[in-house]
């Protein structure tokens, strides 16, 4: 496992609290430990939709886990608001530093417009706004981040079975709190680089085809133990069948999504 051996600063965006390290291998990482200010719920939403992201071919960057030690902790006097109870395995992100926060236009290249809307919806993601989606200026590809806030609109929900029992729900997937939520970046994205309703349904079917119920289950066997004893609600089985239930409806999600955006 990686380890951070150096603590460069607080990132000034995010609401957990982010901090830039550069790892043992030598790169130089976004890192979101346990037990920051909107609870570890966070990094295990980072490790489900970075993992899913990957699965169906959205763009994000390198990820893993890491340990930040707990002696790197009490030798940084930039990051007094961490203790040993933020030591342990922490989620990364490789740090686009030369990646600026905009969307720039002309990249649906590989259907990647129709394919984030379709994984937002998956994850019931309504957090999408222009701060993470970066374009790196070099390569023009444009990389979805940030999974911290998933399955609810609430910064810091309490994800029960029972939650997930409930969602598990025709109307509940039909919500339209995605497409509203998301709104500023979908209508940007839609009007500069296009959509297509006959790529959207495509993409679906595509989709569909890759997230089957061991691919799920794969993801969640890889959360760190430590994470789901320090989420008192957490269920992995409650998590799958709500992701497969998603994706299982999926054509409707694409007629709602249809109807609503056009194209």
Not at 156 to 178: G, H, W, Y
Request: hydrophobic share 40%; with cysteine; net charge negative.
């Amino acid at each position: 496992m990686l380890e951070v051996v150096e603590i460069s600063f607080v990132m000034d965006k995010g609401a957990t609290q982010p901090i830039n390290c550069r790892l043992s291998d030598g790169s130089v990482a976004v890192v979101k430990y346990p037990n920051n200010i909107c609870g570890t719920q966070t990094l295990i939403n980072e490790w489900i939709g970075s993992s899913i992201a990957k699965v169906i071919g959205v763009t994000v960057p390198e990820f893993g886990i890491c340990d930040l030690p707990i002696e790197m902790i009490y030798s940084n006097l930039d990051v007094d608001f961490l203790d040993e109870d933020n030591c342990g395995e922490c989620f990364y992100s490789t740090y686009l530093s030369k990646a600026v926060p905009k969307v720039s236009w002309g990249i649906a290249k590989n259907h990647e417009v129709e394919r984030l809307i379709l994984l937002d919806h998956i994850l019931n993601n309504c957090d999408r706004h222009p701060g993470n989606l970066f374009i790196d200026n070099n390569t023009g590809i444009v990389y979805a981040i940030d999974y911290s806030h998933l399955f609810t609109n609430t910064s810091r929900p309490n994800l029960t079975p029972d939650f997930f029992k409930a969602e598990m729900d025709i109307q509940r997937c039909l919500s339209k709190d995605v497409l509203k939520n998301n709104y500023p970046v979908y209508d940007d994205i839609c009007f500069r680089a296009g959509f297509s309703k006959k790529i959207l349904y495509e993409e679906s079917t595509r989709i569909k085809s890759l997230i089957k119920e061991e691919n799920v289950e794969e993801i969640l066997s890889l959360i760190p133990l430590k994470w789901q004893q320090s989420v008192p609600y957490y269920n992995g089985n409650s998590l799958k069948s709500y992701i497969m239930f998603r994706v299982d409806h999926l054509d409707l999600i694409c007629e709602m999504i249809a109807e609503e955006i056009g194209g």
